[in-house]
């Protein structure tokens, strides 16, 4: 069958084509209903269906894999490396769960992982899905204003955090962030579960933290079975930012995100069973949920998780990696492949790279000289896949287990399957043809393994997603793009405040927040501006309650010293701009909207324009100024 075949398919009768790819992974009790889609724009997935995402991916393979590795443990941090088989991991799993029963953990509670990449992160994610419980990872490079929002929306009963995590070699203590966000938050957990890797010291607080290691060692024979779920049960939730300062709980189910992955695994990756999958993305992100924990499990091959960055020991770590674990699915980002295009290309022949088949890269606009360096180097194919953390899956790529549909520079490819992509014109709603720029869009239902709504605000999920385009109920990306005449789409951008730093997605309003919450700061703008390097940076330009307080050029530097280490102190290092400026006022519209996408050309040495509803025009010229010092 051809891909556009298969595609025409999904979109003609979803029912009849998931209860097909249904079959890829097991039930407890069979679906009753495939699709309901009475309440738009809610799609539930395989109604009257049980089945659980921990013995998809790990009991599931005990009959016939038990010995073969399932997750592979590299640190270069720390020079550890463990070994789990499917037997390992299932026992350790048991070990887990049942300590956090011990905890009072029951199904439909909240579990929230703030952990660096640490085999006891995706055993604790897998504990929780056996059990019912519902797990939040918070990306460990989140600081306490971050955490202790999201602790307070996903109201946690447990925590489940280590002493730190290690980076380039400088070891980052979790616990005094994890207390002050705890502090922070109003919500409180009834426990806290502490992995200690002996990194840092750190302090305990009795009656509340718990010590793993020691509450491990009593059920270190554990058997704890799995509670078998609805499909249309709530499995994970992940934040994600907006255009609000407030995070957006991704909330997902169970059924239609095993079926996704599943079928994934089959038709875009290309992965089979006792095979080994190597995502350099961390358990905190989207990707790391998919395709370092779920998604290679549930299809039968071990996972490669690694603690460490690309270059050290050297530039050719992650190929030694590669070749000594046979990898033959790879998965990164841009930026990971333009760090590496900073280091001789000679790393990337010195390994025998012949068990890889591509390497898949996505979370940020995939550059037409990078693209073609690494895949050069590797003399491998190189596939861009384009998804966000609402759809949990590729929503364009290419889908080479089905056929092989050449892949296009500059382009994540064709829509895929069970995605039916729109481009459409943002005031008018209408579609667009060829080569016209306009918002991605995805008519309904969403296919399985789409988030199923935001955690505790079914509101919000419909206001933000399915309302911005006039005259249709329509799910909106928030992407610009456009697509050639072949049918391949191109993305141009965000159309909302959320910027991508080195395929982290952040959201600019938590950064001005926090920004403004610095003493001496009146107001301020967060842009993200192109950098060669990250793809793009956050840049602030901030207005000051006393404008002399900047009058010499080491004030400023004092100054802005002092307001990058509070959203550093806030949000984390991750979310600290490269810079931010001092201006006397902010380029605005008569009533009062801050103009961002004037700001950012202006940053970016483009042409903001004739801007008819600006107050003030002399903002710009500051700005221009600001920037020159
Ligand atoms: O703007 C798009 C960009 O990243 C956003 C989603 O980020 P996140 O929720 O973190 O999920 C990442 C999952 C891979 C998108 O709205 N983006 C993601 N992939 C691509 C991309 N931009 C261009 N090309 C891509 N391949």
Redesign the pocket.
């Known amino acids: 069958m051809t891909y556009s075949e298969f595609y025409r398919r999904s979109i003609a009768d979803p029912s009849a084509f998931w209860a097909e790819e249904a079959k890829r992974i097991d039930w407890h009790t069979p679906f009753t209903q495939v699709l309901d889609d009475s309440k738009p724009p809610f799609a539930r997935w395989f109604v009257g269906g049980t089945t659980n995402l921990c013995h998809n991916a790990v009991d599931r393979w005990l009959p016939t894999q038990a010995d073969k590795p399932a997750l592979i443990f590299v640190s270069t941090e720390t020079d550890e490396e463990r070994i789990l088989t499917i037997a390992d991991l299932h026992r350790e799993i048991q070990r887990m769960a049942a300590v956090m029963q011990t905890l009072g953990v029951v199904r439909g509670d909240r579990v929230l992982i703030y952990m660096p990449m640490v085999p006891e992160a995706v055993i604790a994610m897998l504990a929780c899905a056996r059990i019912g419980a519902i797990h939040s990872v918070v990306f460990g490079g989140f600081a306490s204003m971050s955490l202790g929002s999201r602790i307070e929306d996903a109201t946690p009963r447990l925590i489940i955090s280590a002493d730190g995590g290690s980076r380039a070699g400088k070891v980052v203590p979790y616990k005094p962030l994890l207390d002050e966000a705890i502090r922070l938050s109003a919500h409180k957990p009834s426990a806290v579960l502490m992995i200690n890797r002996g990194l840092t010291p750190f302090s305990s607080e009795p009656g509340r933290d718990h010590d793993y290691t020691a509450l491990r060692a009593s059920h270190l024979d554990a058997q704890v079975p799995v509670v078998w779920l609805a499909s249309t049960d709530t499995s994970y939730i992940l934040y ?1 930012s907006g255009t609000t300062g407030r995070p957006k709980g991704v909330q997902r189910d169970v059924g239609g995100y095993a079926v996704a992955l599943a079928s994934s695994m089959k038709h875009i990756y290309c992965g089979n069973p006792g095979e080994t999958y190597f995502s350099t993305s961390d358990i905190g ?3 790391g949920h998919s395709y370092i924990v779920y998604g290679p499990l549930i299809g039968g091959m071990a996972t490669l998780m690694y603690e460490g960055t690309p270059v050290r020991p050297d530039a050719g770590i992650l190929w030694q990696l590669v070749e000594r674990f046979k990898v033959t699915v790879m998965f990164s980002a841009p930026t990971a492949i333009r760090v590496l295009k900073k280091h001789d290309a000679q790393w990337l022949s010195r390994y025998d790279l012949s068990s890889l088949r591509s390497l898949f ?6 550059d037409e000289p990078t693209s073609s360096w690494i895949s050069e180097g590797l003399g491998k194919p190189i596939i ?8 949990g899956w ?1 929503i ?2 290419v889908a080479h287990g089905i056929d092989k549909t050449p892949t296009r520079l500059g382009s ?1 490819g064709l829509p895929m399957y069970g995605f039916d992509v729109r481009l459409l014109d943002e005031n008018t709603g209408q579609a667009l043809g060829p080569n016209e720029k306009g918002v991605i869009a995805i008519a309904q239902p969403l296919p399985p393994g789409c988030m199923q709504t935001v955690w505790g605000d079914d509101d919000r999920f419909v206001k933000t997603y399915f309302s911005s385009i006039p005259g249709q109920q329509v799910y909106s ?3 610009w793009g456009v697509r050639d005449s072949d049918g391949y789409y191109f ?1 141009l ?2 159309t909302d405040d ?1 910027i ?1 730093v080195a ?3 952040l959201g600019t309003r938590e950064i001005e927040e926090s920004i403004n919450s610095h003493p001496a700061v009146a107001e301020c703008a967060v842009v993200g501006v192109a950098d060669p390097l990250k793809g793009q940076v956050a840049i602030g330009f901030a207005v000051l309650r006393d404008p002399t307080a900047a009058a010499s050029s080491a004030d400023r530097l004092a100054l802005e010293g002092a307001v990058l280490a509070v959203v550093n102190q806030q949000l984390g290092a991750i979310a600290r701009p490269a810079r931010v400026y001092f201006v006397n006022l902010l380029p605005k519209t008569r009533s009062g909207k801050v103009l961002r996408r004037s700001i950012q050309a202006v940053c970016e040495g483009r042409d903001p324009g004739v801007l008819t509803t600006i107050e003030d025009a002399s903002a710009l010229t500051a700005l221009r100024e600001a920037l020159v010092g």
């Open positions: 994600t992100w989207v990707v890269l996505a979370g940020e606009p995939l861009d896949n384009y998804w966000q953390t609402e759809t590729p364009l790529t994540p990306t928030f992407d993305i951008g965000r959320v991508n395929g982290h997605r």
